[in-house]
């Protein structure tokens, strides 16, 4: 994909702004489109120019979301509209406190865009914060492949998210909808922010798809909002300018810690199912590089355990796919001591990973909210993309071989408390993942984009 840093070719009626490789934030975009494509231009007090391309986000009539606008002129007093893509769970889950930021800002005007790839379970976990699309599209029907979901959400987007009115696109992850709303936005011209940029697991195929996406969607993005020093330090590493990245911490973490606090709502099914006093294992898969034989392996392992430790709950949460929970649940029925519930609201989710005291996963997020309460992670992968787990000791790779994860688990069981639940795994003295105030830091960079604020500083920490 060109990177647009390198571009020196002039447009007709295109005129550049500044040379290549230019150290501002705004040299992503080295060319302003004809006034007849733009609604306005302002500047930074620094005499950074702020760009306004943007396009019309319309509801599901067709007819386009009401805008506070400032006519033709633009002024820096006038609000900005910002597109929020969401397309999954995690992207929700992950979005959500960033969304309750924004809203708390005079100068924003946030608005959730749904895709559709998730469909009611994003609508679920968005409520658990309060929260709704304004615009809800329909993802490709049926099972599809990944480029026909892309091409599909792409396209759909791209209907959507046209003419003058948003002021900029915040993705987040690596998802197919994030890819999607990425491109859309520079398919439009309008400014792109990566939340949670810069992870890398360096194998452009493991996991596959989202290494490759998250790659790409860094190629199109105009401000990339770290999670941690170390993906700060792969950015750079790629070739992005320093002055163009912030580390802001993991969203994951507000998120996570606010839904656990929350009180069970009236008919929360885990507290009738689960007895509280019962130490817990929480199992989760779902990556399409484990579909098939290595799924069945973990659920082999997960069996084998059970038999083992019967006074252990394990709750396997697994992915409402065929090819994921058929697979994993053929070893598992009948057992006393395994339960496997349906989907379960985030709140719920957060409640019930607070109280385990060992996590079993291919989820990257899942390694992210484990730290959050200092719970041991086996991450059933060859790789990942969230070293500072593994670096601070709250994680391990085992794979997806039956004996490496009855092993480790085993090791982990032994540890003096680990059962009672009075040992919570190799707490470190800081997250990794972050400090709770990674929503703040991410709006206030929005705003130091679109000129509203200050350029907010990193996360503390040393690089």
């Not at 397309?87 to 005007?109: F, H, I, M, Y």
């Not at 409402?320 to 994993?328: D, F, G, K, L, Y």
Request: aromatic share 4%; glycine share 8%; charged share 20%.
């Amino acid at each position: 994909m060109p990177n647009r840093a390198r571009c020196t070719e002039r447009a007709p009626g295109v005129s550049f702004i500044g040379g290549p490789r230019s150290n501002t934030w705004s040299s992503r975009y080295l060319f302003q489109l004809p006034r007849a494509f733009t609604r306005s231009s302002a500047l930074f007090s620094d005499g950074n120019p702020v760009r306004r391309h943007s396009f019309f986000l319309r509801h599901l009539d067709g007819s386009p979301i009401p805008c506070a606008t400032d006519g033709e002129q633009g002024t820096l007093n006038d609000s900005k509209r910002i597109a929020i893509v969401v397309g999954t769970r995690p992207e929700a889950v992950k979005l959500a406190p960033v969304v309750q930021e924004l809203n708390r800002q005079s100068w924003a005007e946030p608005v959730l865009v749904a895709t559709g790839q998730h469909g009611e379970v994003v609508r679920e976990t968005l409520s658990c914060f309060g929260l709704r699309a304004q615009v809800e599209l329909t993802a490709p029907p049926g099972a599809v492949s990944v480029s026909e979901l892309t091409a599909g959400l792409l396209s759909r987007l791209g209907e959507r998210l046209r003419a003058p009115a948003a002021d900029a696109v915040v993705v987040q992850g690596d998802t197919a909808s994030a890819l999607a709303g990425a491109m859309a936005g520079f398919y439009s011209s309008v400014p792109v922010v990566h939340v949670e940029a810069g992870l890398r697991s360096g194998d452009l195929r493991n996991p596959f798809p989202e290494e490759a996406n998250r790659r790409m969607i860094a190629e199109v993005s105009d401000l990339h909002l770290a999670p941690t020093r170390a993906a700060h330090r792969n950015l750079v590493a790629e070739g992005v300018a320093a002055e163009r990245i912030l580390v802001t911490g993991n969203t994951v973490i507000d998120a996570v810690v606010a839904a656990s606090r929350r009180p069970p709502a009236a008919g929360d099914p885990l507290p009738h199912r689960i007895a509280n006093s019962a130490p817990l294992v929480l199992v989760t898969a779902h990556r399409r590089e484990n579909w098939g034989a290595p799924i069945r392996r973990v659920g082999r392992a997960v069996a084998s355990l059970s038999h083992q430790y019967p006074e252990i709950t394990f709750v396997v949460a697994a992915h409402m796919n065929p090819s994921v929970r058929t697979a994993i649940e053929e070893s598992l029925h009948g057992r006393p001591n395994v339960q496997l519930p349906g989907p379960i609201p985030y709140d719920a989710f957060a409640r019930l990973l607070a109280r385990s005291v060992l996590v079993i996963t291919d989820s990257g997020g899942i390694q992210e909210e484990a730290a959050a309460f200092g719970i041991p992670v086996l991450v059933t992968r060859d790789n990942t993309e969230r070293t500072e787990g593994i670096d601070s000791g709250l994680a391990r790779l085992v794979g997806t071989q039956e004996p490496e994860i009855v092993a480790a688990a085993e090791k982990e069981f032994v540890r003096e408390g680990a059962l009672s639940g009075t040992v919570k795994g190799p707490y470190p003295r800081r997250n990794p993942y972050g400090d709770g105030e990674a929503a703040r830091r991410c709006a206030a960079a929005c705003g130091w984009l679109l000129g509203r604020s200050p350029r907010p500083s990193d996360i503390p920490g040393e690089r």
